[in-house]
């Protein structure tokens, strides 16, 4: 593994470890010719993936920019970072699996959008405002209708209830 810090190609692994879900091997490295330490993260990889551009480009899938993306869309919110991880993992295991090696970067994008409505609804808008190219706050509305309708439903369990189904009333929240 090359050293990020001065090049050198004969670093140390001096730890190892599995992460939190065991999707990966932490590996605690450091260099004998600047003493630089660093972490890598070695992770199962099924098949080169290749994202598809709606302009037609095509870019080899990257874990990372998936990663940053998600962490802009949660920027500031209380969602456990393994959480995250474990919902990145989940979607890269399902284009690995599709047994397709070129992915349209919308399929990418829906699987992010089915991830983050259940893991965060802010997060949700903020990453499908990008997504689908917001231009007006009616925009905005409609998806806060369509999330707010499917919160008010109830669920299997709670037809029978005697209970009358909570209002439509939204209180505002701080993101």
């Known amino acids: 593994m090359r050293c990020p810090y001065c090049g050198s190609l004969e670093t140390q692994v001096k730890d190892s470890r599995p992460t939190d879900d065991a ?18 993260f070695e992770r199962v990889q099924l098949r080169e993936l290749t994202v598809l551009k709606k302009s037609g480009r095509r870019a080899p899938f990257e874990r990372e920019k998936l990663m940053r993306s998600l962490e802009i869309a949660l920027r500031k919110r209380p969602v456990e970072p393994e959480r995250v991880e474990r ?20 399929r990418i994008g829906e699987l992010v959008m089915e991830g983050l409505r259940a893991l965060d609804s802010v997060a949700y ?21 369509e999330l707010g309708a499917e919160q008010i439903e109830p669920s299997k369990d709670e037809e029978g209830a005697s209970e009358p189904p909570p209002s439509k009333t939204r209180t505002p929240t701080r993101a």
């Open 23 to 40: 999707s990966a091997i932490r590996r605690r490295r450091v260099c004998p010719d600047c003493g630089g330490r660093f972490t890598t």
């Open 87 to 106: 919902m990145v993992n989940g979607i890269v295991r399902q284009l690995e699996s599709q047994g397709e090696s070129e992915i349209a970067s919308d």
């Open 125 to 145: 808008v903020r990453f499908a405002s990008v997504y689908r190219n917001f231009r007006e706050a009616r925009d905005f509305n409609a998806l806060i209708d």
